[in-house]
Structure formats: C-alpha cells, structure tokens
C-alpha cells in the first residue's frame, strides 16, 4: 500500500521490500506531535544513527544542537518562519555544516587548512550534514516517533547562529523538530514523480524523462485537493524558484556564510 501511496498510483508495486523499504516509503512530515518527550536514550540513538552515515574522507564535517528549552525553541521558530510545529515539539535538532572542528585542530596544530576556504569543504559540511540527518529521521521513524526537517533555519542564519553559540566557521543548515505523531492530524504520504522522470539508464534522457510531468501534475493536484489545497507539482516548483522574492532572504547565503567564516572560495 505504501508503495501506491508514494507514487499517487494504484498500480506501482516494488518485486523487493522488506522492513527498511516500508519504513522509507511510509515516510511523511509530520508537524503535529502528541505530548510524550522524546528521552534522552532516544536522543543518542538518533545521534548514533547520524553518525553511521556516510561522511566525505572521514572528515565528519558536522554538528546537532538539541534543543528543548521552550523560550530557545520559540525565539527559533520566529526566525524560522514562525512556524508553530517548531515550538510545539518535545525535541528540535539543528544540524550544522561544521568546518570550525577541522579549523581548531589546525590551530591547536600550527597546521594551514586553507582548503577550508573553498565551495567544495562547504558542500562537504552540507552534504555530511544531510546524510547525517537523514539517518535520523529514519532511525526516528524505527522509534515510532516522526519529524520534519525546517530549511527556514536558512532565513537568518546569522541570528540562528547567535542564538545557538555557534563557533566560526559553523552554519546551521536545517532543523528537524522530532517528536511522536499526534493522530488527530490529518496527513498523508506525498506522491513523489513517477521513477521514470529521475531514473535513467546510462545516459540522462532529457524528453522522456520530463514526459511523465504531466501524469505527475495531475496525481499531486489530487492528492493536495485532498487536504484543501490547490496546485500541482509544476506551479509549486514555478513559483518556488521564480527569483529572489520567492528565497525568504535565502538569496543573500553566499554573503551570509563568508560573514560566518565560510568563503565558499
């Protein structure tokens, strides 16, 4: 059923499954949660799972700040797009793009890590940092709780920073507010596009990839109608990224992460 459910398709069936697959597919955002905390063993499995991701050479290029504090957690939800799932879970954690680490140790070393200064560290702090956090969210969902990860945290990242003691050389990349699913709310599992528009064999298929997009439209505009909205994957995608206006100040990150000690050479 989860399988139907993640492509809008009656239809779709996957020859494998097992546990793992289930929990994936079954995954959705949840940003209602039922009042039980999440403990702090719960914690440091979450943080054991982050840490058995992947991570570019070994570098470990990230961070988490838990937060629970309901005062911290409400001056983050109004920087954060005053979103109020932010201020209502037991748990938030914000991952942070860490190069500061690898920094001190140079320091602590007399060692130079001027590779430290270019886009590819900094994509490396990113791509650590989501690999990292995306094994929580499923370790999260193996402990029957659920989240949803907040980009807004990208808004102002500096105050964010400020407001977290972040060091040098640090950005916050993304939250993630944790906590057990209230049942009252009412969601569902979001159709993702049809495998053939992002799977290609051997070489990139431009035409019939973008060929199912339509079929796409037609599935999400109803699954949205179903929970009071109206759009289809191409308008949403249109107006997300018609131009600066649209970025929430997010336009200004370049600028934001050299003031922060992260050049992006």
């Known amino acids: ?36 905390e999440v403990t702090d063993d719960e914690l440091t499995a979450l943080v054991a799972a ?15 700040v838990a937060v629970r504090d309901p005062q911290r957690k409400a001056r983050l939800a109004t920087l954060a797009g005053d979103q109020a799932f ?34 590819e560290s900094t994509i490396i702090g990113f791509v650590d940092t989501a690999l990292a956090a995306q094994n929580a969210v499923l370790a999260a969902a193996s402990l029957g709780l659920g989240s949803v990860f ?5 808004n102002h990242p500096e105050q964010v920073a400020a407001e977290l003691g972040l060091p040098p050389h640090t950005v916050a990349t993304f939250g993630l507010a944790v906590g057990t699913p209230d049942p009252t709310e009412h969601a ?3 159709p993702r ?3 053939g528009a992002v799977l290609h064999r051997e070489r990139y298929d431009a035409d019939a990839a973008d060929a199912h997009i339509s079929t796409y439209d037609g599935r999400l505009a109803a ?15 249109l107006d997300r990224l018609r131009g600066p206006e649209s970025m929430a100040g997010r336009h200004r990150l370049r600028g934001t992460l050299e003031r922060l000690g992260l050049p992006s050479l």
Do not use: C
Not at 50 to 64: C, F, H, I, M
Not at 107 to 117: P, T
Not at 224 to 235: A, E, H, I, M
């Open 193 to 195: 596009l049809p495998q």
């Open 86 to 119: 932010i201020r209502q879970a037991p748990l938030l954690l914000v991952w942070v793009a860490d190069l500061g680490r690898a920094r001190r140790l140079a320091r602590r070393a007399g060692r130079e890590v001027a590779a430290a200064d270019y886009l």
């Open 50 to 64: 982050a840490q058995s991701a992947p991570t570019s050479s070994n570098l470990q290029a990230w961070s988490v």
């Open 223 to 237: 699954y949205n109608t179903r929970f009071g909205l109206r759009s289809n994957w191409s308008g949403r995608v």
């Open 188 to 190: 569902g599992i979001k």
């Open 1 to 36: 059923m989860s399988v139907a459910a993640r492509y809008g398709d009656p239809d779709a069936t996957l020859a494998v499954l097992n546990d793992v697959l289930s929990l994936q597919l079954a995954h959705r955002s949840v940003r209602k949660f039922g009042p039980r």
């Open 150 to 154: 907040v980009g807004a945290f990208r």
